[in-house]
């Protein structure tokens, strides 16, 4: 028996953007990071600015004297009785799946979102008093409280439906959180800056949530910076375009279609950022043991695995 060396294989050269690399942990605390950057910007721009409370007041004035059919069936909605049946849907596919563990985990992740945001709503932010000759009511509405319910709804259940439908649930929800949205404002229940504020806060929690789980669960995949950047960037460029765009808009009824159409961009803009990130995290622990198996198997099963020869040639791959 000869012992020797097996020989390594070259490695594929990678893009230039490539060669520093962060793990999936680090993307998900960079979008956590973004997401709160971006809910501290729309909070500071369109709340504590005189310009933007002006023009956001013009935008709910506007809604209070317009009818728009298409969003009645959210004021007939029972936010509540929503909530519920949503949480019980959750165990009933976890349970299914015998996945009670990440049951929970979504369960949390509907619940931690909602109940940030009426703290902080409440008893953290609040709206300068204005002088504002159109009446429209002052009291802090930032950030919405529906919006944040959609929102979480839709990540709970991507979250507890199998990994691979994930990106598609959330693609395809968040035309139904950009509907929320617009309705929200069209209804004059809301600005434009609470349905993105709404948006942002749920991402943020989410994102850092599965931070923690990566961080406990690593894969062992490796990333380059450009996600870490764009989880950064990406939501305060939204915010911000948002106020450039709206802040051009001159007459009442150009300001209120404008935050309207914004609020269901900017809410499947935000959707969109958050479905990256959380695309192939491993919430489920049952998972993240099979998938630690599975590549110690392809691995060889460990380094006594690899490196051994027989006189004759064939090693480990000839069997």
């Known amino acids: 028996m000869i012992l020797t060396d097996a020989p390594s294989a070259p490695r594929p050269a990678g893009p230039a953007l490539a060669t520093r690399a962060a793990s999936r942990t680090a993307v998900l605390a960079a979008s956590a990071a973004g997401f709160a950057l971006a809910f501290v910007a729309a909070y500071l721009l ?45 165990v009933v596919i976890s349970l299914a799946r015998r996945r009670f563990a990440l049951g929970v985990t979504a369960l949390l ?8 945001a009426q703290l902080l709503k409440l008893y953290v932010l609040d709206r300068p008093s204005t002088d504002d000759r159109l009446g429209v009511a002052s009291h802090n509405s930032f950030p919405s409280g529906h919006v944040s319910a959609a929102m979480a709804v839709l990540v709970a259940l991507a979250i507890v439906l199998p990994r691979r439908f994930r990106s598609t649930a959330l693609t395809a929800g968040g035309f139904g959180v950009a509907w929320v949205s617009a309705a929200a404002v069209a209804l004059g229940w809301h600005r ?19 931070a923690v789980v990566s ?105």
Do not use: I, K
């Not at 317009?66 to 049946?85: C, F, K, M, Q, S």
């Not at 942002?200 to 949530?209: D, K, M, N, P």
């Open 46 to 90: 369109f709340v504590r600015t005189q310009a933007g409370r002006g023009v956001e007041n013009g935008v709910v004035h506007s809604a209070q004297s317009t009818t728009v059919d298409w969003a009645a069936p959210l004021r007939e909605a029972d936010l509540v009785v929503v909530l519920g049946g949503v949480a019980v849907l959750l």
């Open 109 to 116: 992740l509907l619940a931690a979102p909602l109940v940030v």
């Open 192 to 210: 434009l800056s609470d349905t993105v504020g709404g948006c942002l806060l749920v991402a943020a929690v989410t994102c850092a949530g599965a």
């Open 215 to 319: 961080a406990r669960r690593p894969d062992g995949d490796r990333v380059p910076w450009v996600p870490v950047l764009t989880g950064l960037l990406a939501p305060p460029a939204v915010v911000l375009a948002g106020f450039a765009v709206l802040a051009t808009a001159t007459s009442g009824a150009a300001q209120f279609v404008a935050a309207m159409v914004l609020a269901a961009l900017s809410a499947e803009a935000v959707v969109l950022l958050v479905a990256a990130p959380l695309r192939r995290v491993t919430f489920d622990p049952a998972e993240g043991r099979v998938r630690r198996l599975r590549r110690v198997s392809r691995d060889g099963g460990g380094p006594e695995g690899r490196g051994v020869y027989s006189a004759g040639g064939a090693g480990p791959s000839a069997r």
